[in-house]
């Protein structure tokens, strides 16, 4: 058999079709197939393929740029593959099977996940490992590799892979603890005059060589894991993206500025074309005098806030690479303070498969939590009080991440790994947020639209969490921005939709456990201004909501208090408006506004990469008896053009801004692939 051509590919492609890009099913088994007879260039062009079998070929490896993203099956039983780790470019697959393989055995299943909790004990080990000595070695090494690259994977050769992915889960966190702890006693050592490069090489090396966990018999696994686990480390270390300070050195040419791919786009179920964001507008964003100064036009009431650059990193790199500039990054939150009165410095920041945790004043990525396959679109923490194993109570931060596959990962920080996953939505959840009067109680808002209140309980000794649903909210229109009203949290929730702004009853004291919305806001009285988008939304104190998407270029601040005690017993009202602020004329939408309630300021990004400021603390204490013309930004953080791989960063679009309780730090995330934060002077 020579290599395959289109002819070939059609005959044995289902359904029957003159297309390539038509074809669901193909069936190449028994071919002789070798692996170079794998074009790359040839199947990438079978771009809604499902399902291949590859069976009774002399296949020894393959190839790692297929394309095929959709694939859910594959059969690839009775060839001579000897390794598993191309199958991470098949991030759907379901169904696997590599019967046959001589060197390349996945069958049979491991102990049960309790083996492999922190606390293994000795008796448990010696279990493990008479169990895995009985084991071929590639077999069980290769077990744990295909469930860690395909966490979608339900069955291989025909049987439920669940409980190798939950050990494998377990496993995972124990080594990532472990390469931690040495990658932090590694760097205690290391001397002023040693090479950095060097010494980070020295690391990897060290960490294979010094990290152990397990049997002997998994040891080929745990060192594949440990240089995986170790080379991120070094990533993150190295993958700060430097501001050039050189006013000499002359332009280059910048990243290359696409059009924007929505946030509905990447979220967007299979059945409905994509679509790409309208084109930007030709008219100027209000120009700033200088990077964190005035806007001209400004009534100088309120002094500008004194902010400088402080790190840009590229922590959520697919593969690690520099290289990429492409990854966005969509939601970010702040570590609620440990004290009364305290305000946290360390934000976790989510895109691509990767959710990160940083600490701003020194730019250093403390953790990182991947999940192959998955696209992470939001983050919410929460603080928990539990009870040890010793009986002592201690406060504990859990956070949230959730996205493309609609589960939500619920995540032990410190400790490196996942300690729950709520299958919450059968699509994408576009964001979610913990309720502020219960901390167990967690909003999500899926492109189902529907939006489910959960309660995650509080963990067990084992770090277990054991979710249940308390109520289901169903919305006319995709849900992207949920906000408990600030006065009534345990009563009132507020969505910004694809289809308007809309509140709905959350009392747990109903009976019904499944609810419509309560009542639609309009921001204008004429109708053609209901079922807008509304893609901004937070409350700056217990009374006024800031909310954008409902007018062009501007952003909204509406009285709650006012809105709903005007509102009588009607499903739409028209809110009662304070000010307007004037915001970047783009028509493009998905940019998620911010507030800091206890410093009065307004935060939003644009698609030029500035962050606009509002320092609205006036409106609040005493709003105009009728709103003006459109209220100026205190200030614009023009986008500071940080270098990386040789070339200014520009053009790029700021998706969220977020800044802590004490607005010291200020953390924008973009559609480049990076986290800048600033800094108050």
Known sequence: MGRLSARLLMQRGRPKSDRLGKIRSLDLSGLELLSEHLDPKLLCRLTQLQELDLSNNQLETLPDNLGLSHLRVLRCANNQLGDVTALCQFPKLEELSLEGNPFLTVSRGLPPASYWGPGLCWAQAQHLLSHCRSLPLPQVNDNLKVSFLLPTLRKVNGKDASSTYSQVENLNRELTSRVTAHWEKFMATLGPEEEAEKAQADFVKSAVRDVRY????????TQWRVRMISEELV???????????????????????????????????DDVPLNLSPSKRACASPSAQVEGGPVAGSDGSQPALKLEPLHFLQCHSKNNSPQDLETQLWACAFEPAWEEGATSQTV?????EAVCVIDCQTGIVLHKYKAPGEEFFSVAWTALMVVTQAGHKKRWSVLAAAGLRGLVRLLHVRAGFCCGVIRAHKKAIATLCFSP???????????????????????NQDYEFQASQLLTLDTTSIPLRLCPVASCPDARLLAGCEGGCCCWDVRLDQPQKRRVCEVEFVFSEGSEASGRR????????????????SGLGTICLW????????????STVAVVVLARLQWSPTELAYFSLSACPDKGIVLCGDEEGNVW???????????????AAPQAPTQILKWPQPWALGQAVTKTMVNTVVANASFTYLTALTDSNIVAIWGRL
Do not use: M
Not at 214 to 221: I, K, M, Q, T, V
Not at 348 to 352: F, L, M, Q, R, V
């Open 534 to 549: 509304v893609d901004g939304l937070a409350f700056v104190n217990e009374d006024v909501v800031a909310s954008k998407g």
């Open 214 to 221: 397990g049997p002997e018999s998994l040891s080929e696994f």
């Open 437 to 459: 009067a219960h901390e167990t109680h967690l909003f999500t808002a899926s492109y189902d639209k529907r939006i489910i209140l959960w309660d995650i309980g509080v963990p």
């Open 235 to 269: 990533a993150s270390s190295r993958t700060q993206v430097h501001k050039d300070d050189s006013p000499e050195k002359p332009p280059e040419a910048g990243a290359a500025h696409k059009p924007r791919a929505r946030l509905a786009t990447l979220k967007r179920p």
């Open 613 to 627: 400021l509002y320092d609205v603390s006036n409106i609040l204490k005493q709003p105009p008896l009728l709103p």
């Open 348 to 352: 976790a920041t989510c895109g691509g």
């Open 559 to 570: 009285s709650w208090r006012q809105t709903w005690g005007g509102r009588g017993s009607q």
